[in-house]
């Protein structure tokens, strides 16, 4: 099955908050949405229990997006402590929510023993209080900072309960533009196939990049494309997820299904 969704709220709910959110998504035809914690984890147990019986309702995959500021790598230890706590709150409320992953950028200076060291700290946690949501490590916009696809491999393989989520934007922006072709999408699918091979969660976007870093989210009209990608998931009968981050959200969230639908 191949779902398609959005990064957040769409702007077009009726009525305010994520259960509202849930509500217009089933209506409109999506079915997946990322619950968005950009600066703190603002839900209760209790709220995540109602939106995730909403979503079990209408059939919409739910997934988290820890805060921003995660940093495990930092040269500050507090940082990397905050960061932990700011990891293990999502991974609670993902619980209740009946969310099926945790995602966020883990990293920014290259140190991946230490990365590894945290993310098995948090595998740990994570089986000790039965949470079932993975912990989806997605791939970062900035070429000079951790996290690229390959970055993962050896996590993947080593620590249980961790994922990887593909931001095919920022794959794009921090190899300056790799992404143009049919052939530069299966590229990446057979990199990870050693450790991967189904399920994957993805985020989507069109980029404006600069020197291997992502500028900005751009709406579905450019680059990359996004025809090659649907013919991948069809042609291999993947499992996917897709959540779209342009600036237009559900419109474009769309246009993909459409495009998704017309490559069979």
């Given at each position: 099955m191949i779902r398609v969704g959005i990064a957040g709220i769409p702007y077009h709910a009726k009525g305010e908050g994520t259960e509202a959110g849930i509500r217009y998504l089933c209506s409109i035809g999506l079915s997946a949405m990322e619950v968005q914690f950009v600066r703190n984890v603002y839900m209760t147990p209790k709220s995540a229990s109602e939106s995730g019986a909403v979503a079990r309702e209408c059939g919409l995959a739910l997934s988290v997006h820890a805060p921003y500021y995660i940093n495990l790598t930092s040269s500050s230890?507090?940082?990397?402590?905050?960061?932990?706590?700011?990891?293990?709150?999502?991974?609670?409320?993902?619980?209740?929510?009946?969310?099926?992953?945790?995602?966020?950028?883990?990293?920014?200076?290259?140190?991946p023993d230490i990365l590894k060291q945290h993310l098995s700290e948090l595998s740990k946690a994570r089986k000790k209080e039965?949470?079932?949501?993975?912990?989806?490590?997605?791939v970062t916009g900035d070429a000079p900072e951790l996290g690229s696809v390959e970055d993962y491999m050896?996590?993947?393989?080593?620590?249980?309960?961790?994922?990887?989520?593909?931001?095919?934007?920022?794959?794009?922006?921090?190899?300056?533009?790799?992404?143009?072709?049919?052939?530069?999408?299966?590229?990446?699918?057979?990199?990870?196939?050693?450790?991967?091979?189904?399920?994957?969660?993805m985020h989507f976007s069109n980029v404006e990049y600069k020197?291997?870093?992502?500028?900005?989210?751009?709406?579905?009209?450019?680059?990359?494309?996004?025809?090659p990608l649907a013919q991948i998931l069809k042609e291999r009968k993947l499992n996917a997820t897709i959540i779209c981050e342009t600036p237009l959200l559900e419109e474009d969230a769309l246009k993909m299904k459409a495009i998704l639908e017309a490559a069979d």
């Amino acid at each position: 099955m191949i779902r398609v969704g959005i990064a957040g709220i769409p702007y077009h709910a009726k009525g305010e908050g994520t259960e509202a959110g849930i509500r217009y998504l089933c209506s409109i035809g999506l079915s997946a949405m990322e619950v968005q914690f950009v600066r703190n984890v603002y839900m209760t147990p209790k709220s995540a229990s109602e939106s995730g019986a909403v979503a079990r309702e209408c059939g919409l995959a739910l997934s988290v997006h820890a805060p921003y500021y995660i940093n495990l790598t930092s040269s500050s230890a507090a940082t990397q402590e905050k960061s932990k706590d700011w990891i293990m709150k999502s991974l609670r409320i993902a619980e209740p929510l009946g969310a099926g992953i945790v995602v966020f950028h883990p990293a920014r200076e290259k140190e991946p023993d230490i990365l590894k060291q945290h993310l098995s700290e948090l595998s740990k946690a994570r089986k000790k209080e039965k949470i079932q949501a993975l912990i989806g490590l997605e791939v970062t916009g900035d070429a000079p900072e951790l996290g690229s696809v390959e970055d993962y491999m050896d996590i993947l393989r080593d620590v249980p309960g961790t994922d990887i989520v593909i931001d095919w934007s920022h794959v794009h922006a921090r190899t300056s533009g790799g992404l143009r072709s049919k052939a530069d999408y299966e590229a990446v699918f057979d990199m990870l196939k050693p450790v991967k091979k189904n399920d994957f969660h993805m985020h989507f976007s069109n980029v404006e990049y600069k020197n291997g870093r992502e500028v900005r989210h751009l709406p579905l009209d450019g680059q990359p494309p996004f025809e090659p990608l649907a013919q991948i998931l069809k042609e291999r009968k993947l499992n996917a997820t897709i959540i779209c981050e342009t600036p237009l959200l559900e419109e474009d969230a769309l246009k993909m299904k459409a495009i998704l639908e017309a490559a069979d």
